[in-house]
């Protein structure tokens, strides 16, 4: 039984992750995005009322699928028409991941992942281990068909409408019947053993029916089984006259012996209800042999819709909501006020979005002052980039992007202060990553690379890289001081009528006030030095 | 020859007992033991003394050849071979039989085991009878066989064992088990058992059949021995008579067939490895036995050394020999490590299997009798070194040179090796005086060069290297020499003065 609800054919992630996804989760701040889709916002009258603590395991999750891009539109699509169906209806999103969370943590308690341990104990109490473990399954299924088949669940995506049929087809109504009642008719064999029976005055018993025949050492061989069934009654206490005269009523059969009065022969009487029990619990452990790895797919992949979900009321919660991206063509980018969400999940507050339209370019060299939002800028397309190529939504009113299914980051890293001294060093060996491993469908964001040496050598080996790597088709947005190296690649361009290169700054009114948008704009030669050296020293000469 | 139906050895023509040989040095000299272990790999242990048991005169040895060339043929071999294998079983047979408790049990598993080894020999009979066997040895047993399946024998105590075994297997009975309680009834139900027809519907494809519970343990369980003893009841007339059947043939296994099984093993583990070794692109050839002909092989490999390369891939060097008229002694000089003591083990082996009736590594050979194989090799291992060697050397040496060793066929290789030279000269010249005197014919490999020298009967060969100085492990007549085996060596590394010159 497949799930493939992340994928139309495949049931286990893609392997192709990003490269170096530690980093990509660490320069764009994607923790914090994580964290928010694992908690879940509890509403009263519209208002949020609570948050629950975070689902560690939704975390995880979103991890992995986010760090795992989709390559076609079609498969982000895939997962947008189920995150409709999903946010339409969250109930049974969250019911089928909390129902599957729970036969996971009472398997794991009979013994699943223990086999090592589970194959060195007593065969008695591995089976009826066993047989808890099939009471739990079809009683679980049977839970999931009910939350698919309610009344009150419309479900329209490909995926989730897929999804159901299968299940249904998988486990029938027929199906769940027929496993109840060879279930009911071994109960004789774990009925009792539970504390809650003890002090019943009733007892189960067996009755069963085969055929023999003897094989040359005289055993038993060929056997065939002819009725197995269970039967309660009432329990007296043994050498009681009731007990007594029952015993004798029986014994009356022709041909018989007693398989209580002689331990040898109660021993094996013993063998031989496990072995018929056992026989019966491996046929119907092959029935549910398709659905040994379902409860993990079904719950790993129904917590990232869950995720999605709880993401998408995080979103609202901060402000205006969210879209579902669209995909165009690589060189294209175009949103309208896009928001930096994991600024806004970690300040619990409406970040301001910014709107940009860029046709046909490779190149983006986003310069100017600092505080005007540069890094915000990049980093929110960094955010939007990664969640629209998992197919979720993205906090904007719309968003339209190529599919970049390797994504790289170069981010200056000023925090790390241990690694002061070769800094340049670190930088160019992560690039040389980076260069290793580029290829068709590369998208890499540089933000303030290659700042740690001097302005004029930094823009020599920006100027090298960053040329060398756009003729590879490499499309690459950058956030630089380097002045010389922006300037350089202007100056080559400016008088050409076609460009594919864009430089942007964030707009500022005369009066110093913040637009958001972000302008085409020649790069300056000159940055903040001169105005902190004004600031601090001074005047200064031109 | 008469026949004596409860005397009889495939071994030898009088079916003499025997003593094996005590441990003798030759076998290990030879690396003899190397081929007998691998044998014993598949065969067991007990066969190895059949190999220290050698014939005591040369119709002895024709009459082993003469077996030997049957079973080696490929139907005999194949019968006897499944035979041994329908043994092995029957083996297990008799060891489940003694973990057995209730008597009922024991009769039925010693009549299965009776059955099946009437039926081993029946089947014995009936393709040896199709073989064309040639020799006296196997001819004879067959004849013995076949007494001994005929009237009132093997042959109907085989049938009727088929027969008890059959109507055990066919009865059939329905077990319940209920209210603590559990009946047997004879008959049949109808179908394959309802609940498991049922799984079958249910489930939608094929199950497979319950096993029974107690299959882990061979003997009767109690419950099993309940049921066993409400049947016995039912049909008192049968188990009866399979009692009865059982206590009648409590000793059914004839001493003369019980030697011939063990015996057997000895000509079937050569056969074997003569096989494998064939197919591993080794040859061997069945050698001539004539006296009046000059004692010679062609293309003669060590064996041992051949079945170690089997795994290791490395080429195993052939070569040719002959005694002329009148030589009794090699006397073989040459390089270290040039093939001198394979070659000497070689012959020996070669003596060894053509004695033994077998068929030898090599294309073909003329071999004498001996009635002894006597081998010296220099212990290389032995912490003893100058006096303390020598005179450990000499103390294997004396007895080998008692008067009554006569005739017998001499391996030594490298005597004397920490005496003067002066001394280990008229040393080895008195032991090869010796040899000679007595009759016997031999090997001698030595560095010195002058014991090939002075007597008529010595022959000199030499290990011999190719042009590049490396040695071609090729013997050959030649006069011996002191080679100078480092140049070999000197010459692989470029070190030479001229070389070191064009170097340096």
Known sequence: MKVCLLYKDRERLNEETYYDAASIIKDLGLKHLFLASAKRLIFENGEVKSVEKEDQYIMETMRGVMMTPLSAWDEIRFRQEIIKDSVANEELIRSLYLICGEVLRKWNGLGRGAREKINQSNPVTRLTADIKVLHLFVESLGRIR???????????????????????????????????????????????????????????????????????????????????????????????????????????????????????????????????????????????????????????????????????????????????????DRRDLEFNDLKELVMGLERHVDVIGNTCSLKEKDLVIVTGANQGGKSTFLRSIGIAQVMMQCGLMVMARSYSAGIFPKIFVHFTRREDSEMNSGRLDEELKRMNGIVENVGEGSLLLLNESFATTTEKEGSFIAYDIISALKEAGVRILTVTHLLSFARRVFEETKEASETDVEFLTAERKEDGRRTFRMIRHEPELTSFGLDLYREIVGEIDM | MIKDANNFSILNPGAREFEPLEAVPFYQDLNLDQVINKMMLRWGKEMKKYYRYMPTSPEEVAYRRAVYRDIKSDKVYDTLVSFTENLAGIDLLRAEKEKVRIPMQKYVWFIREVGAYCEAYEELEKRLDEAGLESEGMKTFLSILKDILGSGGYRELAARTRDIMAQIKSMRFIITYDKDRMSVELGELEGEGAYEEMLERECGKEIRHLQNPFIADPTITGIENSCLEILMKKRPEFFDGLKKTAELNAGYEKKVLKRFENEVVYYLSFATLQREMESAGYRFSEPECDETKKMEAKGLYDLALALASVSSGKEVVANDFCYGEGERFFVLTGPNQGGKTTFARSLGQLVFLALMGFDVPAESANVHFFPAIQTHFSVEESVETGKGKLKEELTRLAPMMEDNQKDTFVVINELFTTAANYDAQIMGRNVLKHFIGLGCMGIYVTHLKELSEGHESVVSLRATLGDDMIPTFRIARGEASDVACAEAVVNKYRLTYEQLKERL
């Open chain 1, 146 to 328: 009910e939350l698919l088949q309610a009344e009150d669940v419309k479900l329209s995506s490909e995926g989730m409408v897929h999804f159901r049929d299968e299940f249904l087809k998988a486990f029938s109504e027929k199906r769940q019947e027929f496993m109840e009642s060879v279930l009911a008719d071994i109960s004789f064999y774990t009925d009792g053993s539970d504390e809650e029976d003890e002090g019943r005055n009733r007892v189960v018993r067996p009755r069963i029916v085969m055929e023999s025949g003897l094989e040359d050492g005289l055993k038993f061989s060929s056997l065939k089984l002819e009725e197995v069934s269970s039967r309660g009654e009432k329990f007296y206490k043994p050498g009681s006259a009731k007990y007594k005269i029952r015993e004798f009523v029986n014994s009356r059969v022709p041909d018989s012996f007693s398989t209580i009065n002689d331990s040898r022969v109660s021993d094996q009487t013993q063998i031989l209800e496990y072995g018929i029990v056992s026989y019966l619990v491996e046929e119907l452990k092959k029935e549910m042999e398709e659905f040994l790895t379902f409860f993990d797919r079904l719950r790993n992949q129904t917590a990232f819709y869950l995720g999605a979900v709880q993401l998408g009321a995080q979103m609202e919660r901060l402000g205006d909501g969210w879209c579902f991206p669209t995909v165009c």
